[in-house]
């Protein structure tokens, strides 16, 4: 089964001081390196952004399309709404080692009694802007943002989800300021 994967890159990036998807690490914007990652586990990729990111084609980047921003949870709203496959697998834009074997570990549970999310769980923790999600759900979100708020794990956690356990943490790294992404350089 085929999967449009979206990258989540339409935040404020307030603890980084600037946009988090241009911070370069190793002379590449932290945005390429999760696009490079993600591109080949994909059918096609999206990028959920408030900002024109000039190395990315214009006509796979998209706005918000809720008026309010309820954080990561409006970005995952907007890429359901573009994506064209039934399942579409998120990424944050600042986890440039995320794993190469992502989406293929998530995909086998698609198929599990009523699955409408598959979230990786790393050390008893959930990772929900990594989310596998079904289309299906894009109704729901402006729904529950006006009932419940808008905290991306507790939707998650309002509906039939899955945990896959991941055992190595790294991969799920974010960069959320200089000092995380000097931490990475110098790994």
């Known amino acids: 089964m085929q999967v449009d994967g979206v990258i ?10 600037s946009n988090k998807s241009q ?3 190793n002379n590449k914007p932290l945005i390429n390196h999760v696009f490079d990652r993600l591109h080949p586990q994909v059918g096609k990729i999206w990028i959920s952004t408030n900002v024109n990111l000039e190395q990315f084609p ?22 359901l709404k573009q ?28 198929t599990q009694a009523n699955a409408e999310i598959i979230i990786p769980r790393v050390d008893g923790f959930l990772e929900p802007t990594f989310i596998l999600c079904s289309k299906s759900l894009v109704d729901d979100i402006p729904l529950y943002v006006k009932k419940q708020g808008g905290k ?36």
């Open 23 to 25: 911070i370069l690490l």
């Open 8 to 17: 989540l890159a339409g935040g404020k990036s307030t603890r980084m001081g």
């Open 152 to 187: 991306l794990q507790k939707w998650v956690m309002a509906h039939n989800y899955i945990c896959v356990d991941f055992n190595d943490k790294k991969p799920f790294t974010n960069i959320n300021n200089k000092d995380d992404l000097a931490l990475i350089e110098n790994a």
């Open 58 to 79: 214009e006509n796979i980047q998209f706005k918000d399309q809720l008026e309010e921003s309820f954080g990561p949870l409006t970005g995952v709203y907007s890429g």
């Open 83 to 110: 994506a064209q496959t039934d399942w579409v697998q998120f990424c944050p834009n600042d986890c440039p080692l995320l794993p190469a074997n992502l989406v293929s570990e998530l995909k086998k549970f698609i």
